[in-house]
């Protein structure tokens, strides 16, 4: 499987990560609806990259599990982390002053969500999108 | 590669089609020139149409929500039209409601709600 990766430094490359997303969506054969999620995830996921971490990576991987496929957006940084993950899991929690609906609108937007943060080191969060 | 977004004046009204995905400093740009166009020309309504984008994140749609807050502030009613059914959904799975926002089907349902607005 091939992965493919976009660096996030400034606002051009939001606009990379979604358009490599999208393409990505498009080649598995998603629906319009679900190119929609996706691109939206990915943008909202390179943004907060962007705010909040100064730098970092999204990640597009295509799973296969089973006779189920999807794909994978993987957003990594090593920024200030998240101190209070329950907090920003919670709908109408931003901390840069309204901008960003949040993590909880990627996952309602993905099929599988999880995240990992460490204060001082960074944040992992990896989401799934199933083919149906 | 800071691309305008064109603004028409018809009669009273501006006329803008969004014609490709926006990057934020577009959207941003975007803002501002509308505000201006408005001044410059009195307009009293604004159609602005997104049949061609296929998604709307949330910094889009803070712009968007803003500049319409902003024209209100100067007086010119804002119409939002051909939003896809893809975008509605993403949308509002995502947390955003744009409530306050007059929309419409298409364009020209667009120009006759805010005819109907403007009471011409």
């Given at each position: ?39 939206t995830?990915?943008s ?6 962007y705010?909040?971490?100064g ?9 296969e ?42 996952k309602?937007?993905m099929?599988?969500f ?19 | ?15 803008i ?22 001044h ?29 807050s ?17 975008v ?14 007059m ?9 006759e ?8």
């Amino acid at each position: 499987m091939m992965d493919s990766s976009v660096k996030i430094i400034n606002e051009w490359d939001i606009v990379a990560a979604r358009q490599l997303g999208r393409n990505v969506a498009k080649e598995l054969g998603f629906g319009t609806v679900d190119q929609a999620r996706i691109t939206t995830a990915i943008s909202e996921l390179a943004r907060n990259i962007y705010l909040y971490a100064g730098q970092g990576e999204i990640t597009i991987e295509k799973v296969e599990n089973g006779a189920k496929k999807g794909m994978t957006i993987v957003s990594r940084d090593e920024g200030p982390g998240i101190p209070d993950l329950r907090k920003v899991m919670e709908d109408g929690f931003s901390t840069s002053g309204g901008l960003g609906a949040g993590l909880p609108g990627v996952k309602r937007l993905m099929d599988e969500f999880s995240i990992e943060s460490t204060p001082g080191e960074g944040t992992l969060i990896q989401s799934v999108k199933w083919l149906r | 590669m800071n691309m305008r977004i064109p603004i028409l004046k018809l009669h009273d009204c501006l006329l803008i089609s969004i014609q490709w995905e926006l990057d934020d400093q577009t959207a941003l740009q975007f803002q501002e020139d509308l505000l201006h166009k408005i001044h410059e020309t009195s307009a009293r309504g604004v159609v602005i149409d997104f049949t061609s984008i296929d998604f709307i994140d949330s910094f889009i749609a803070k712009v968007l929500g803003d500049v319409i807050s902003m024209s209100k502030l100067m007086g010119a009613k804002v119409v939002i039209t051909g939003i896809q059914p893809a975008v509605a959904i993403t949308l509002i799975e995502l947390g955003i409601r744009l409530e306050e926002v007059m929309t419409a089907l298409d364009l020209e349902k667009g120009l006759e709600k805010l005819q109907r607005e403007l009471g011409d």
